[in-house]
């Protein structure tokens, strides 16, 4: 993935003093201000970032003499930079432009301040540059928890949503689910822009969760924390029965921990996966599963009489 | 697992109703069947995810199968989307 220059232009309403190439584009989250490169100083200097030119950069410009200014970002834009940006609203200098004309460097202005632009900036890179992979699942908000529901076609994982959702849970995607890794260890999922609030029911079809629940039972995306795969019941197969740690799974790299539930007639599974949700939130607040050791120390008090 | 790309040729692309008739032809298949497009993974057995994919005249999609009628699968959807006129 990348992000294309303009788009930048677009999604910060960024001034455009002058436009660069048009295929330009970020391939890094990571953003530099360029006071040392300014200053002749290029080792590690990483020109495929954003490049910053705040107050001090800025300030530091407009102190050199004409000739040493010329130079100094002559050499700056001679780098193949994705673009820069000059911050707090500050003026463009001629020589910047001229020279930015002759290598077909964009050069973009903004009014807000470095630190806050740089925030803004990083945040919405690392999630427009993040990876990200599709996946057949759900993913609801249960108690506060990102819930994803796997398994296989017909299973029932639509019915469970729906339930869920009728009981004050909020739907973030049917049945397609975009995965995105946001920094080292955060999985966000998100639905698809085109059915966004839509789920299929089968036997009813599509139905819109946002009119029909309003937007008290939807959300645009979640952190996603526990999968819960539903399986056909097998007699054969072995189920967690005691819970005292989670099987995990992984999506992108990430680990996940995984709970199976077998589905039979009969079984609520809107309240599985309520309990799931809980239970997880529980372990997660108390440090560890506190129900199978407060059992082990029972049983241990109970043995010592 | 078989595969093949197929264009989207008809005018409105994968909306609602080629979808649906998609969906009905994928669902007497055995085999699970995806399609991919721009490196993104569609079930080729959900609305949702197919509707999804928002699929429009001129994209390239890749349609895999895989299962025992995964050949048959793979010559009835092509065939299909080939076939959508508008």
């Known amino acids: ?305 | 697992m078989t595969r093949a790309s197929v264009v989207v040729k008809n005018e409105v692309g994968l909306h609602a109703r080629p979808a649906v008739v998609l969906i009905q032809t994928a669902q007497k298949f055995k085999s699970e069947i995806r399609f991919l497009k721009n490196a993104q993974s569609y079930n080729g057995k959900s609305m949702i995810s197919l509707l999804s994919m928002g699929a429009k005249k001129g994209d390239l999609l890749t349609v895999t199968a895989e299962g025992e009628d995964e050949a048959e699968a793979i010559n009835t959807i092509t065939g299909l989307i080939d076939s959508f006129k508008d």
């Open chain 1, 1 to 305: 993935m990348a992000v294309k220059v303009a788009d930048l232009v677009k999604e910060f309403d960024l001034k455009v003093y002058n436009e660069g190439l048009e295929g330009a584009e970020v391939n890094e989250v990571e953003i530099n201000r360029c006071g040392l490169q300014l200053s002749g100083y290029y080792d590690y200097f990483e020109h495929v970032r954003v490049q910053i030119i705040g107050n001090a950069e800025n300030s530091y410009l407009h102190s050199l003499p004409d000739p040493e200014r010329k130079k100094a970002v002559g050499k700056l834009l001679s780098y193949p930079i994705p673009c820069i940006v000059i911050t707090s609203g500050n003026t463009v200098s001629d020589d910047l432009l001229k020279e930015a004309a002759h290598y077909g460097r964009w050069v973009l202005g903004t009014h807000k301040s470095t630190s806050s632009f740089h925030v803004d900036l990083t945040l919405y890179l690392q999630s427009a540059l993040a990876e990200s992979i599709s996946i057949h699942a759900n993913l609801l908000d249960v108690y506060g928890v990102g819930v994803l529901i796997t398994g296989q076609s017909g299973i029932g994982k639509s019915e469970t949503a729906l339930e869920l959702i009728r009981n004050g849970h909020l739907l973030i995607a049917d049945d397609f689910v975009v995965i995105k890794k946001i920094g080292a260890d955060n999985l966000v999922g998100t639905c698809s822009e085109i059915t966004r609030n839509l789920m299929e029911i089968r036997g009813i079809g599509i139905i819109d969760i946002n009119s029909l629940f309003g937007l008290s039972a939807i959300r645009i995306q979640k952190n996603i924390e526990i999968v819960i795969n539903l399986e056909p019941w097998d007699d054969n197969a072995h189920y967690d029965r005691v819970g005292s740690e989670y099987e995990m799974t992984a999506y992108l790299d990430i680990k996940l921990p995984y709970i199976r539930v077998p589905v039979k007639p009969g079984r609520n599974l809107a309240a599985i996966v309520e309990i799931a949700a809980l239970n997880y939130r529980q372990n997660l607040m108390n440090g560890g599963n506190s129900v199978v050791s407060k059992l082990n120390e029972t049983i241990m008090r109970l043995q010592k009489k």
